[in-house]
Structure formats: C-alpha cells, structure tokens
C-alpha cells in the first residue's frame, strides 16, 4: 500500500528514489520544475535526454508517457521525466494526466524505487487548474498497483500545498 505524503518547497532538494519531471516533449529542458532539474541536477541529465531523443524517442515522448534517466548532482538516483497535458477548455484530458502519474510508478516500479517524489504535474505552465490536477494526482496514485513505498507530492507555495491537503 503506497504511502501519500505532501511536502513544500523545491522538488530538487528531495532525498528520494525517484524525482519526477514536469517535462515537456522535446525532453530538452525548460521552465518550472524542468528548468530547476536540469539546472541544479546538471548537464549529465540533458546528455541522457538527448540519447533517449537520438534512439527510442526521435519523436520526443508522448503526452502522458514517462522515462526515466539518471538523477544527476540531485539527491536522488533517477529522474522520470513525463509530459502533462495542456490543460483546454474544450477537451478533456484527465486520462492523460493520470496517466502521467501512472506511468511514473510503473516507470518506477522497473526501477526498483521505493520513493518517489511527484510535483503537481501540467498546473504551472500548461494552467491545469490546481484543485482538478491534485484530485486527479491522489485519486491516480491510490488506485495504482504499484511496488512504490512512498509517494511526495512536493507543492512549491503554500497555496498549492493547502489545495492537495484540503483533497485528503
Ligand atoms: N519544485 C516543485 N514544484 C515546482 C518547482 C520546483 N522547483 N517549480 C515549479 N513548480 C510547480 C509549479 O508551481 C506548478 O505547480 O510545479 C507545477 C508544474 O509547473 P511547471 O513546472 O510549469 O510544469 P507544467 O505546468 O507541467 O508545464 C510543463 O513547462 O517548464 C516547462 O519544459 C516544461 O514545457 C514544459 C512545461
């Protein structure tokens, strides 16, 4: 049975397993939680991306999908990178995101971690609004059959942090 916990502040200082990435599907870096990855988990972690890009994924990775690459200088072993949805008005793309959070532990269970730290994936730059994002995170990673122990959802402001624990 996963263990849910929250956590405030900046996912690259988290001692864990595994560290997700907001990615997008380029794998090549950006803003947010992607910028601080590859910035503070340094250039080894772009060097894979690229490899990942140069073989299995000419396309870049699929919305929804996730892969995993070395951690880097960051506290952790790996890094999956997935790539949420933008959010739209007209359609509805709940699946993907959960399938975000989905792939992710199964990504995760391959490897072998047992904790892993998630952020509130598609809310920043691609606007999922933040209440249906954290319902749709925990409902996710409760019904997921996964061998993962813990799963941190790491808010980076208050506001965020309160809307996931508000959600129980
Ligand atoms: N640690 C934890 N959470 C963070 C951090 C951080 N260092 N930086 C940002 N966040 C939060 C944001 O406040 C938001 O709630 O992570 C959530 C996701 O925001 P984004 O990083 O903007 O990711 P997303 O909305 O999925 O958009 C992905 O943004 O950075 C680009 O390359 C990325 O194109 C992709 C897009």
Request: charged share 20%; net charge neutral; aromatic share 6%.
């Amino acid at each position: 049975m996963v263990t849910v916990s929250l956590a405030l502040g900046d996912i690259t200082g988290q001692h864990v397993d595994a560290i997700v990435n907001a990615a997008n599907s380029s794998l090549l870096g950006g803003g947010g939680v992607d910028g601080a990855i590859h910035r503070k988990g340094g250039p080894e972690i772009l060097a894979e991306c690229r490899a990942l890009r140069a073989s299995r994924y000419g396309k870049g990775l699929a919305t929804g999908r996730a892969v995993a690459t070395t951690a880097g200088r960051l506290p952790a072993q790996w890094v999956i990178h997935t790539v949420g949805p933008v959010w739209s008005p007209d359609e509805d793309r709940s699946e993907l995101l959960a399938s975000c959070y989905r792939e992710s532990l199964r990504v995760a269970d391959e490897l072998g971690a047992r904790t892993v730290a998630f952020p509130a994936i598609s809310t920043g730059v691609y606007r999922w609004p933040m209440e249906d994002g954290a319902r749709i995170a925990l409902a996710t990673v409760r019904a997921a059959g996964t061998t993962v122990s813990e799963v941190r959802f790491v808010l980076f402001d208050q506001a965020a942090h309160d809307v996931f624990a508000a959600q129980g």
